[in-house]
């Protein structure tokens, strides 16, 4: 196989209890939509620490940050929990925690979805609204599968990605991401001002959408997420592969 015609894409699963240890989950609609941009995608568990994570991506061109369940922001120093918070396994979230670090100081193009956005506003300086019926009093509903339109913000690479300023999403959250770090800028919002979208403008690909793209109908402006992700990996793997120093 050439790693430089189908590069290589890590997919975060959920962790799940069972009965003599806890199950990687993973909704195969990640890895379909990573297929049919041309990617090989490969499921990683929530297992090991940062040495391991640092091996993982050394050999993968490109990671897809799948959706989850709530950050638990007092096991990170940063908020006291909402009564309606249900975290992920606290494995779970500490290796995606040092995953997300490891893969921004390597510059690997990233796609994060829902959880997997959120996530880079824990990590990079950002901040989450817990519960958005709280937080935003008579904001529209989020959770379950809900259908409602973004508008993509002008001049961002998520603009140029989708080639639309308007994209028909599909939405099941509850928290979302309510300010982002100084490295970060808003790619896109709903009409209701919440932040759908946001993306690295210093990186070559690291964009996150609050929204479920795989759950879109095939052929949609939404693949353009996937094939975009594994188009950036392929160029980061033909640098590396045939850069002077190898």
């Given at each position: 196989?050439?790693?430089?015609?189908?590069?290589?894409?890590?997919?975060?699963?959920?962790?799940?209890?069972?009965?003599?240890?806890?199950?990687?989950?993973?909704?195969?609609?990640?890895?379909?939509?990573v297929l049919r941009a041309g990617g090989v995608p490969i499921a990683i568990p929530p297992v090991g620490g940062p040495r391991d994570i640092a091996?993982?991506?050394?050999?993968?061109?490109?990671?897809?940050?799948?959706?989850?369940?709530?950050?638990?922001?007092?096991?990170?120093?940063?908020?006291?929990?909402?009564?309606?918070?249900?975290?992920?396994?606290?494995?779970?979230?500490?290796?995606?925690?040092?995953?997300?670090?490891?893969?921004?100081?390597?510059?690997?193009?990233?796609?994060?979805?829902?959880?997997?956005?959120?996530?880079?506003?824990?990590?990079?300086?950002?901040?989450?609204?817990?519960?958005?019926?709280?937080?935003?009093?008579g904001a529209r509903e989020h959770r379950g599968n809900v259908l409602h339109a973004v508008e993509v913000l002008a001049g961002t690479k998520l603009?140029?990605?989708?080639?639309?300023?308007?994209?028909?999403?599909?939405?099941?959250?509850?928290?979302?991401?309510?300010?982002?770090?100084?490295?970060?800028?808003?790619?896109?919002?709903?009409?209701?001002?919440?932040?759908?979208?946001?993306?690295?403008?210093?990186?070559?690909?690291?964009?996150?959408?609050?929204?479920?793209?795989?759950?879109?109908?095939?052929?949609?402006?939404?693949?353009?997420?996937?094939?975009?992700?594994?188009?950036?990996?392929?160029?980061?793997?033909?640098?590396?592969?045939?850069?002077?120093?190898?």
């Amino acid at each position: 196989m050439n790693r430089v015609e189908h590069p290589l894409i890590a997919i975060n699963g959920e962790m799940v209890p069972g009965k003599t240890a806890a199950r990687l989950s993973l909704n195969n609609l990640y890895a379909d939509a990573v297929l049919r941009a041309g990617g090989v995608p490969i499921a990683i568990p929530p297992v090991g620490g940062p040495r391991d994570i640092a091996r993982l991506l050394a050999n993968v061109d490109g990671v897809v940050l799948g959706g989850g369940d709530d950050f638990d922001l007092e096991r990170l120093g940063l908020a006291k929990n909402h009564p309606s918070v249900q975290p992920v396994m606290p494995a779970k979230q500490d290796f995606d925690v040092e995953l997300v670090r490891a893969a921004l100081e390597r510059k690997l193009p990233i796609l994060g979805i829902c959880y997997g956005m959120q996530i880079f506003a824990v990590v990079d300086g950002g901040s989450l609204h817990q519960h958005i019926p709280d937080d935003r009093p008579g904001a529209r509903e989020h959770r379950g599968n809900v259908l409602h339109a973004v508008e993509v913000l002008a001049g961002t690479k998520l603009a140029a990605i989708v080639e639309t300023r308007e994209l028909e999403t599909v939405s099941s959250h509850h928290q979302a991401v309510a300010t982002v770090g100084a490295k970060w800028r808003v790619g896109a919002r709903d009409d209701q001002g919440l932040i759908e979208a946001i993306e690295r403008p210093d990186l070559p690909f690291c964009v996150g959408v609050q929204w479920h793209p795989e759950r879109s109908p095939q052929g949609s402006a939404h693949d353009r997420l996937f094939r975009a992700l594994v188009g950036a990996a392929g160029v980061a793997r033909s640098r590396e592969l045939f850069s002077p120093a190898r």
